[in-house]
């Protein structure tokens, strides 16, 4: 019985592994950039903490979506945590309602802080990084950005996404 769930789990089972991951309870953040006029914002779950020493994160973004190549080209990103008053800012950020790239950031105010990337007013935490390393793997590139300026806003209830639905915690 053992050895049949252990074969079970090593099958390399694109289905399995997306359910799997839909039990994972993950912080919704909008990770931005900007080159030039041109502003980019995706809603994530895939990104936490590398370093405190010096302050560094990561990002891992879809590079099988072209219009992601801008993060990799301006080598700066902000990620900005949602809370979860933000869960209409979080949807039209997922890319599911089609709307323009202005159209998604009108939903919300914008600012920057030191690198350009857009920073979002309310956040409850912006991390303004700089790219010190991009690493591809399989579908994502992984950004690592040191941060270059930080900043906390109200401490409220985070969004959080599992069961592959938005969730408060
Ligand atoms: C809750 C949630 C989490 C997501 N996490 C990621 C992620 O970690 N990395 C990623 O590349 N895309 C992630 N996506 C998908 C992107 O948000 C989506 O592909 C993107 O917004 C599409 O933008 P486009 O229509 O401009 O191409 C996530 C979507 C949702 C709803």
């Not at 709307?99 to 919300?108: D, I, K, S, V």
Request: proline share 4%; with cysteine; hydrophobic share 45%.
């Amino acid at each position: 019985m053992l050895k049949r769930n252990l074969a079970e789990l090593s099958v390399a089972d694109g289905k399995l592994y997306r359910d799997a991951m839909a039990r994972y309870a993950g912080h919704v953040q909008l990770v931005t950039t900007a080159l030039g006029d041109t502003r980019r914002g995706v809603a994530v779950t895939a990104a936490c903490s590398v370093s405190d020493n010096p302050p560094t994160i990561l990002v891992c973004l879809n590079h099988n979506n072209e219009k992601n190549d801008i993060f990799f080209e301006s080598g700066i990103f902000a990620l900005n945590s949602l809370a979860a008053r933000h869960q209409p800012l979080s949807h039209a950020f997922s890319g599911l309602e089609k709307l323009t790239m202005e159209a998604r950031f009108a939903h919300g105010n914008w600012d920057t802080l030191v690198t350009g990337a857009p920073a979002l007013v309310d956040a409850v935490a912006t991390y303004d990084c700089r790219i010190v390393k991009l690493v591809p793997h399989a579908t994502h590139t992984i950004m690592i950005g040191e941060v270059a300026a930080l900043r906390l806003g109200a401490q409220d209830p985070a969004l959080v996404y599992m069961d592959r639905s938005y969730r408060t915690l």
